[in-house]
Every structure is written in C-alpha cells, then in structure tokens.
C-alpha cells in the first residue's frame, strides 16, 4: 500500500498570497501535477492540518477545486489554521469525521486498510499552539486498546516532540507528556505523521517513530534556536510517501518540481560511468 501526505496547504481565497508573497494554490496545483505522475499511483492520500489559511468555507471550496483531479481517497484531519465546522462541511462526503457540530475532528478508519488510521484534532480555535486535552487523550487511549494487534498509523498536526526551533515550539503541543505515555503502552503504532513545521523532522515518543511532512508550499526557516525569529524561507516545496509492505512501512521525501535528469550510473555495458 502507497499512501501520500500533503501538509500545510495554507490555501486562501482566489488570487491572494500568504504572508503577500507565497501563492499556495499555484504551488498546490504542481503538487497534484507530480502526484498524478507517480508511478504505481497512491492508494490513499492524507492531509495533515492547516488546509486552508483563514477557515472560510470559500478557501475550503477552493481548496478542493484543486485536488479534484485526484481520484483516490483523501483523509483529513485540522491544523490551527482550519475552522472546525468548515471543514467538517467541506469533508463530510468522506464519511469519516464526527457529524456533530462542535465536536472535535478525531476518528478511526478501520478495516479499510491493511492499516488501521487514526485522526487526532489537535486544534485550538484562535490559537497557533495545539493540545491534546484530557478528552482527547481519553478518546485516543479507548480507540487504541480496541484494536491493540492492528497496525496503525496516528494522524496529528502539532507534533508531540520539541523540535528546537524556538518559535515554532512556543506554538507546539499542550498534553504531550500524557501523549508519549499513551504511545508507550500501544506498540502497534507504526508511527506518527504531522504536520506544522514545514519540514521534514524525526523524533521518537513514547518508543514510537514521529515524522513531520514538508509543505507543498514554503518552509518553516531551519534555525536550531530557543530564540529562532518567525520566517519561512522558499526551499524546494515537497509530499512524503508512505510505503506498507511486508508489515513494514518505509518513508520518502518527495520534492516538487521539475529537477534534471534522472541520469545513469552505469553505461551501455553495464560498467560504472567514470
């Protein structure tokens, strides 16, 4: 099974910038271009928070113009900047989110997959920083131990570690503590995947493995800095993948664009090209 993640989309209205310098749609769209090229195709395609800027229904709207010519299944979970009811609005054909106004955005696909997948809302409405609250722990403790021998993949978009970029951790995970402790009793998590750093970075929790996914758009600034300023830089926009096999899942960093080659190594003769 191939899964792609797509993180921190950051779409807005039609014709406007993020930050007035960074068009997200366009960038979005040769995402989908490079995802339409991918050869075998993904089985499955996941958002990790921070779809849309401002949470207005018309950035959701737009936002699915754009991935409308993907044809698989797209799962989503919010980022600090999605509005909870927005986007249960946008995504409720997918039959996977909590129908009930208000309620958080967590749920549990199983038996779908040879991976069990479970969404984490990590939102605070009107705030950057995320938390996992004593509910949404709770919920994520009884989700795990109901299926403790199915492996699973945990969606978040705040991770659950520090990263040592200052002021993106000021704006980091409120429960994570207790969250490591749930990891630590649930061995059947494959791992974690975020979003919210505009990078790729891993950590361990809890004795599980944590991936944060680049964005399609602009990066968070590497700055390993308790007092690291709060800029993005525009280095090459990029996707993960995600490849089950053989109860073994393996990730790759995908970059977006056109990059010369592929080039050789070796020669009509099969000799390493010196």
């Known amino acids: 099974m191939l899964i792609a993640q797509i993180t921190d989309t950051h779409i807005k209205l039609p014709g406007k910038l993020a930050y007035k310098k960074v068009d997200t749609a366009a960038m ?54 999605d509005e909870r009811d927005a986007m249960r609005d946008a995504f409720a054909h997918g039959g996977y989110l909590p129908k009930e106004r208000g309620s958080f955005l967590q749920f549990a696909i199983d038996d779908e997959y040879p991976l069990r997948i479970v969404g984490l809302d990590t939102l605070i409405p009107g705030q950057g920083g995320g938390e996992l609250c004593a509910e949404r ?7 795990l131990a109901q299926k403790p021998d199915m492996p699973t993949l945990v969606l978040m978009h705040h991770p659950p570690f520090e990263t040592g970029i200052g002021h993106m951790d000021r704006i980091g995970l409120k429960g994570r503590e207790d969250f ?22 891993r950590a361990s929790i809890g004795g599980r493995p944590a ?29 993960m993948l995600h490849w089950w096999k053989d ?21 009509p003769d099969g000799k390493l090209i010196d």
């Open 180 to 201: 490591a402790a749930i990891m630590a009793r649930h061995n059947q998590v494959e791992l974690i995947l975020c979003g919210h750093l505009h990078r790729t970075i």
């Open 28 to 81: 979005l769209e040769r995402c989908v271009l490079d995802l339409l090229a991918l050869q075998p195709q993904p089985d499955l395609i996941l958002l990790t928070g921070d779809l849309v800027d401002l949470g207005r229904p018309e950035e959701y709207d737009h936002l699915k113009s754009i991935l409308s010519p993907l044809k698989q299944r797209i799962i989503a979970i919010p980022g600090n900047h």
């Open 247 to 267: 109860a073994r899942l393996v990730s790759h960093t995908a970059f977006i664009g056109d990059y010369d080659g592929p080039y050789p190594f070796f020669d």
């Open 137 to 143: 722990l709770d919920w994520l403790d009884r989700t």
């Open 211 to 239: 991936l944060t996914c680049p964005s399609p758009a602009h990066q968070v600034a590497l700055d390993i800095d308790p007092q690291a300023p709060s800029c993005f830089r525009m280095e090459p926009p990029g996707f």
